[in-house]
């Protein structure tokens, strides 16, 4: 069975085969480790944004193009097998990536190579792979002191590690962004202490939030295309119903802190992300059907007024 960074490798070798065709520029560093500019100094591209989503997964998840109901602007739909693996062990930005000035979390599988998360102890689940992919949301490209060092937290050679790196303004970066409604959705249900290993699918619809000039624009944009958009349908066997005492708290209207674009409130709360109430970080609406008893439930509503006045009417 391939392993998370091998599924990501065969992404981010098709990246590599088609970086012309999918506007993005492939660099090697002096110790041979190669990053794929998706969006910093290169264009970018919708189908890079869906490759570096699906890179991101490791492979177990899909992601494809539609238009979104309501607001006929384009939209992702992802899909994700075995969402506890693909979402928290892969996608989910938990390393957080520092050196010198540069900051960056990473996301992608080569964090279950170095596992220095608490999530892994939980999910029990560690990988060894001859080749790491990593992903950064980064206006900057990351310094090459710091992927020798991821390299070898991952036990690869550095000629085998490959980084991703999209700016949060950017086509790449914003499909990549919005392609985690799954993925919010699976790490709300592990931080209300519900076992993930128990969700057998996942599939979310997301819009993909216009492509402004400035990050902090583009941050709140992107984070109210989940909030206020982001629709998720998880099937899952919980034999002991476990589920039932939570689900009302899975999407973000549960949040005190719901109802404000994104963006004001982060203004709010002076620019620090960490004092966002963490619930807040989750799909719009999420539905629920639990195989081992039968029962069906929705809970939340997307919120298509918010999203049209802060995208349109400007």
């Not at 819009?207 to 402004?212: K, N």
């Not at 992107?222 to 039932?244: H, M, Q, R």
């Given at each position: 069975?391939?392993?998370?960074?091998?599924?990501?490798?065969?992404?981010?070798?098709?990246?590599?085969?088609?970086?012309?065709?999918?506007?993005?520029?492939?660099?090697?560093?002096?110790?041979?480790?190669?990053?794929?500019?998706?969006?910093?100094?290169?264009?970018?591209?919708?189908?890079?944004?869906?490759?570096?989503?699906?890179?991101?997964?490791?492979?177990?998840?899909?992601?494809?193009?539609?238009?979104?109901?309501?607001?006929?602007?384009?939209?992702?739909?992802?899909?994700?097998?075995?969402?506890?693996?693909?979402?928290?062990?892969?996608?989910?930005?938990?390393?957080?990536?520092?050196?010198?000035?540069?900051?960056?979390?990473?996301?992608?599988?080569?964090?279950?190579?170095?596992?220095?998360?608490?999530?892994?102890?939980?999910?029990?689940?560690?990988?060894?792979?001859?080749?790491?992919?990593?992903?950064?949301?980064?206006?900057?490209?990351?310094?090459?002191?710091?992927?020798d060092s991821i390299s070898?937290?991952?036990?690869?050679?550095?000629?085998?590690?490959?980084?991703?790196?999209?700016?949060?303004?950017?086509?790449?970066?914003?499909?990549?962004?919005?392609?985690?409604?799954?993925?919010?959705?699976?790490?709300?249900?592990?931080?209300?202490?519900?076992?993930?290993?128990?969700?057998?699918?996942?599939?979310?619809?997301?819009?993909?939030?216009?492509?402004?000039?400035?990050?902090?624009?583009?941050?709140?944009?992107?984070?109210?295309?989940?909030?206020?958009?982001?629709?998720?349908?998880?099937?899952?066997?919980?034999?002991?119903?476990?589920?039932?005492?939570?689900?009302?708290?899975?999407?973000?209207?549960?949040s005190k802190d719901y109802?404000?674009?994104?963006?004001?409130?982060?203004?709010?709360?002076?620019?620090?992300?960490?004092?966002?109430d963490p619930m807040l970080?989750?799909?719009?609406?999420?539905?629920?059907?639990?195989?081992?008893?039968?029962?069906?439930?929705?809970?939340?509503?997307?919120?298509?007024?918010?999203?049209?006045?802060?995208?349109?009417?400007?």
């Amino acid at each position: 069975m391939k392993t998370l960074n091998e599924g990501a490798y065969e992404r981010v070798s098709e990246m590599i085969e088609k970086s012309h065709e999918l506007g993005i520029s492939v660099i090697k560093t002096k110790t041979g480790s190669t990053v794929l500019d998706v969006g910093i100094g290169s264009n970018g591209s919708y189908e890079a944004g869906r490759l570096f989503a699906e890179a991101c997964m490791g492979g177990f998840g899909e992601v494809s193009f539609g238009v979104y109901p309501g607001l006929s602007i384009p939209s992702v739909t992802v899909q994700v097998a075995n969402p506890a693996v693909a979402c928290l062990a892969s996608q989910y930005a938990g390393w957080a990536l520092k050196e010198g000035d540069f900051f960056a979390l990473g996301s992608g599988p080569a964090r279950s190579l170095y596992c220095n998360e608490p999530l892994y102890s939980v999910l029990e689940y560690k990988e060894t792979s001859p080749v790491a992919v990593l992903a950064i949301e980064s206006s900057i490209l990351p310094p090459e002191s710091l992927l020798d060092s991821i390299s070898r937290k991952c036990d690869v050679d550095p000629r085998d590690l490959y980084v991703l790196v999209a700016p949060t303004n950017s086509l790449a970066g914003a499909v990549q962004i919005v392609s985690r409604v799954v993925e919010t959705g699976v790490h709300k249900l592990f931080e209300l202490g519900y076992d993930t290993t128990m969700l057998i699918h996942g599939y979310g619809i997301c819009p993909i939030s216009p492509t402004p000039g400035d990050f902090m624009t583009a941050m709140g944009w992107t984070n109210d295309a989940v909030l206020y958009g982001g629709k998720v349908w998880f099937t899952l066997c919980d034999k002991d119903s476990a589920i039932d005492s939570i689900a009302e708290k899975l999407p973000s209207a549960s949040s005190k802190d719901y109802g404000l674009p994104f963006s004001e409130l982060f203004k709010r709360y002076n620019y620090d992300f960490y004092q966002v109430d963490p619930m807040l970080f989750s799909p719009a609406s999420v539905s629920i059907n639990n195989i081992a008893t039968g029962r069906w439930q929705n809970f939340g509503r997307e919120n298509l007024e918010l999203l049209r006045r802060e995208w349109f009417e400007q």
